[in-house]
């Protein structure tokens, strides 16, 4: 998920593993390395400079015990300060007893609409019987309403919008709407713009929200955190969600979002489908930062999606070494079940280490096409998928050869991919990995 600095993570722990003492000599150059490599995931050089004094005195200090390997102490010393500059704990959402409003604002593009309507799906799933009602005051871009009308769709929720006419107007109306919650898509805008911001402050004023929240993407690092500390001077805000978080993203918002805005990150979005969002995990957004895998989000997911008797099959096969098109199918269609593909895997421990296996949706329905086009003994992985197969099959799948090619690839690295998760009840029950999540 963060590339370059999980990777530089991952070289600097396994520099310092075996490492008996923690001493002013052998911290330095691991010292010096955290700075980079924060500095490489576009956190502030400030926060990176306190961040390390901070970790640098912790460790050479009372606090840590003598008894321990000393390169496992400082994994969880920076584990501990990132997730504690992050705010710790998860922020839960609370409503009110009467009509809570939420108002949602940020940059252009930076994922307001589909964080909306993220937003009331969640509050779906996890508020049982509360109503949930959406309102479009974003009138600037003219294909805003139908985008928000779309999703809305998805999950059955109603919207609130007037075509032609002013937000302000629009927002008076959504309050009068009969709902539990309102969730208010507001239209992108530079803190520059004046106008807009005004505009913006003039719709604070009508809705008086209890959640102001500000949408972030993960993708431009610093430059959110900076323009979330500038609408929070302008307009006020609770909170942040951070998005894009499936992508390229950075860690430098994630990082230093809360210790300049000092308003906690609430949500973060892992995809593009309505259901890609929870809540900010400080402790497991460490775990991601840091290239633990985001064993406990996968965990979670895992449980709650797949059931055990699938489970158990496809360890039976993972165990006889007889991964086969066919699973990877039935894999495919499991994984879409449980969210984005590219989001879970990202997750998994280690992912950082294996390269590229993001696999966009639309890459998943040309995977899927290619595997329907194979012969029963292709499938099962009984003849070997020559040149002249794989033209067969992108012939008759209306794909590529690339696109075969690829698949190919991909499915090799995916059994490696699979050998972890099998790997990863026995990695919950390791007690060193647990004592550092826990902490
Ligand atoms: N991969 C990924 N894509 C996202 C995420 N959130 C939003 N997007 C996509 O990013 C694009 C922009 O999202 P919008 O929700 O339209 O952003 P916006 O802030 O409302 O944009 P404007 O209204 O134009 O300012 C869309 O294509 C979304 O599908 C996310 O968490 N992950
Ligand atoms: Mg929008």
């Known amino acids: 998920m963060f590339g370059k600095l999980t990777e530089k993570f991952t070289n600097l722990f396994a520099d310092l593993k075996g490492k008996k003492q923690l001493t002013e000599d052998n911290i330095q150059k691991a010292v010096r390395d955290v700075r980079l490599a924060l500095l490489d995931g576009d956190v502030s050089y400030k926060i990176a400079s306190q961040f390390v004094s901070r970790v640098k005195e912790k460790a050479l200090g009372d606090e840590v015990l003598r008894s321990v390997d000393a390169g496992d102490q400082f994994v969880k010393l920076v584990h501990d300060e990132l997730t504690a500059l992050m705010g710790s704990e998860e922020v839960p959402l609370r409503l009110k007893a009467g009509k809570t409003v939420i108002m949602i604002c940020g940059l252009q593009g930076s994922g307001k609409t589909t964080s909306s309507a993220k937003l009331a799906h969640y509050i779906q799933k996890n508020f049982e019987g509360k109503k949930v009602v959406l309102a479009a005051l974003d009138l600037q871009r003219p294909a805003a309403i139908d985008q928000l009308e779309t999703l809305a769709k998805q999950i059955d929720v ?11 107007l629009v927002a008076k109306k959504a309050l009068e709407a009969d709902c539990d919650v309102l969730i208010c898509d507001t239209a992108g805008r530079l803190h520059i713009d004046e106008e807009l911001m005004g ?3 003039a719709v604070k004023e009508i809705l008086d929200p209890q959640e102001v929240l500000f949408v972030a993407s993960a993708t431009i690092g610093q430059d959110a955190v900076k323009t979330a500390a500038e609408f929070d001077e302008k307009i006020g805000i609770t909170g942040s969600i951070l998005t894009m978080l499936d ?21 973060e979005g892992v995809g593009e489908k309505v259901d890609a969002f929870q809540l900010f995990n400080p402790k497991s957004m460490a775990d991601r930062i840091l290239g633990f895998g985001d064993v406990i989000n996968l965990v979670k ?10 489970m158990e099959e496809m360890e039976k096969k ?24 590219k989001g879970l895997l990202s997750m998994m421990p280690g992912a950082s280490q294996m390269g590229d296996l993001e696999m966009p949706e639309k890459e998943m329905g040309r995977a899927k096409a290619i595997i329907l086009s194979m012969t029963h003994k292709e499938r099962q992985g009984l003849e070997e998928l020559i040149p002249s197969r794989r033209h067969r099959l ?29 790997g990863m009840k026995k990695m919950m029950k390791d007690p060193q990995l647990r004592r550092m999540m826990n902490a």
């Open 301 to 310: 997911k895992a449980e709650a999606n797949i059931e055990k008797s699938e």
């Open 199 to 201: 505009e913006l402050k």
């Open 318 to 341: 993972l165990k006889k070494g007889s991964f086969s098109y066919e699973d990877y199918l039935k894999q495919m269609k499991m994984l879409s079940r449980m969210g984005s593909v």
């Open 158 to 168: 109603p919207v609130i919008a007037e075509r032609g006419s002013s937000p302000m």
């Open 247 to 267: 992508g390229n993203a950075r860690a430098g918002a994630a990082i230093s979002i809360l210790e300049v805005t000092k308003k906690p990150l609430k949500f």
């Open 394 to 422: 992108a012939r008759g799948s209306g794909t590529h050869i690339d696109d075969v090619n690829k698949l190919v690839k991909t499915f090799k690295r995916m059994g490696s991919a699979m050998k972890q998760m099998k």
